[in-house]
């Protein structure tokens, strides 16, 4: 397939599809940690809940993203097995950066990752966040184009803040700012949709 692409399995066991469906340009989000985690999952129930709920809106800029979906879903699941008192038999991954490890909810504040793989692997999350079910009417309202490179510059962000520690502090911030400038006149210049 050569668009974007969201797989959302939200069964027991289905872990073991992200080292086959992983991909660029893909997000591919599991109910389980392992194939092995095969008992009923009451992930995806609170995933379908989540994609409407006002209070999964996580950035609070009027719709749900896969990711804020995904990790409100998921401190639901968490919240279920605490309450009831019961050992978690699901742990949901999300997969959107193509390296087949998946990240678990907990390594997020907020909706951005806060903990890396121990490997130093790119984090997950970014391209989640930029997929939206049900689209605000701000959202439809911006033109195709102005959405594609918002998209690239909020991309080129993420992987800029993964470099952070490689870079002089002032070079860093000279790198943001281009960025945050482009995306201001993005915005400022932006036309709604006929």
């Not at 995806?44 to 989540?50: F, I, R, S, T, V």
């Not at 997929?131 to 991309?155: C, G, K, M, N, T």
Request: aromatic share 6%.
């Amino acid at each position: 397939m050569k668009r974007p692409v969201a797989v959302v399995n939200c069964t027991s066991a289905s872990a073991a599809f992200i080292n086959h469906l992983s991909g660029p340009g893909r997000v591919v989000v599991t109910a389980t940690r392992s194939g092995s985690e095969s008992s009923y999952a009451r992930f995806g129930g609170y995933l379908a809940e989540a994609i409407g709920s006002p209070a999964a809106d996580l950035d609070k800029d009027g719709q749900v993203s896969l990711l804020e979906a995904f990790l409100t879903a998921a401190d639901r699941v968490r919240e279920f097995y605490r309450g009831e008192g019961r050992l978690a038999t699901e742990h949901p991954l999300l997969d959107d950066n193509g390296d087949k490890l998946g990240s678990p909810a907990d390594w997020f504040q907020g909706v951005r990752a806060v903990r890396r793989a121990k490997d130093g692997a790119a984090v997950d999350g970014t391209r989640a966040h930029q997929w939206h079910l049900i689209p605000s009417a701000r959202e439809r309202a911006l033109p195709v184009s102005v959405r594609v490179r918002r998209d690239e510059l909020e991309l080129a962000l993420a992987t800029l803040r993964d470099q952070k520690d490689r870079l002089s502090e002032d070079e860093y911030y000279d790198r943001v700012e281009k960025l945050m400038v482009e995306l201001a006149r993005l915005y400022a210049g932006a036309k709604p949709a006929p």
